[in-house]
T-cell receptor, first 114, second 112 residues
Framework: EPEVTQTPSHQVTQMGQEVILRCVPI?????FYWYRQILGQKVEFLVS????????KSEIFDDQFSVERPDGSNFTLKIRSTKLEDSAMYFC????????????FGPGTRLTVT | GQNIDQPTEMTATEGAIVQINCTYQ??????LFWYQQHAGEAPTFLSY????GLEEKGRFSSFLSRSKGYSYLLLKELQMKDSASYLC?????????????FGKGTKLSVKP
């Protein structure tokens, strides 16, 4: 299974602060995704990223969110001004090219907004 | 709208067989996935179906009926470590790289 690492594992921030969550796919893949999971709720799609551009985004992914691949390897999700309701697990995923393009999830970053 | 339904909780006995059902109504369909998620951890990929029928992978099998909007995950020879949430997810239209739409998950408890 392809490996995806995420940093930090846990981030605590105050409301209104900016946070940057990082994802490092170990091998080269074309498709990357960010999902979030609020405690006790379902996994929700945020954004997909293909060929260094946003491919698709959900209604959750508003102007407070942005994604970048700043150096060709790391893949970041930035929340500009965090709100209490942004507290969740944030998962980076990548798709393995092939017949099914199954998505493999990183271990996640637990974001706590106080 | 997008709707994926699965039972909230199930309980089964070690060594037994359990079937977790999933029904879906989505605007597009490009495959159905099952993931396992232990508490506090990331989802891990279990199986993928895009054509009707049964896919078997060791103790786990997954079935799909596209005409009925229905899938199930079958777990055989249950072990205590199988206690986890099982997430049904449909890949939206948009090619093979489309995003996943998840159900709320089924929390499976395996008892001795």
């Amino acid at each position: 299974e392809p490996e995806v690492t995420q940093t930090p594992s846990h981030q605590v921030t105050q409301m209104g602060q900016e946070v940057i969550l990082r994802c490092v796919p170990i091998s080269n893949h074309l498709y990357f995704y960010w999902y979030r999971q609020i405690l006790g709720q379902k996994v929700e799609f945020l954004v997909s990223f293909y060929n260094n551009e946003i491919s698709e985004k959900s209604e959750i992914f508003d102007d407070q969110f942005s994604v970048e691949r700043p150096d060709g390897s790391n893949f970041t999700l930035k929340i500009r001004s965090t709100k209490l309701e942004d507290s969740a697990m944030y998962f980076c995923a990548k798709a393995l090219a092939g017949s099914s393009y199954e998505q493999y999830f990183g271990p996640g970053t637990r974001l706590t907004v106080t | 709208g997008q709707n994926i339904d699965q039972p909230t909780e199930m309980t089964a006995t070690e060594g037994a067989i359990v079937q977790i059902n999933c029904t879906y109504q989505t605007s597009g369909f490009n495959g159905l996935f099952w993931y396992q998620q232990h508490a506090g951890e990331a989802p891990t990929f279990l199986s993928y179906n895009v054509l009707d029928g049964l896919e078997e992978k060791g103790r786990f099998s997954s079935f799909l009926s596209r005409s009925k909007g229905y899938s199930y995950l079958l777990l055989k020879e249950l072990q205590m470590k199988d206690s986890a949430s099982y997430l049904c997810a449909v890949r939206d239209a948009g090619g093979s790289q489309g995003n996943l739409i998840f159900g709320k998950g089924t929390k499976l408890s395996v008892k001795p």
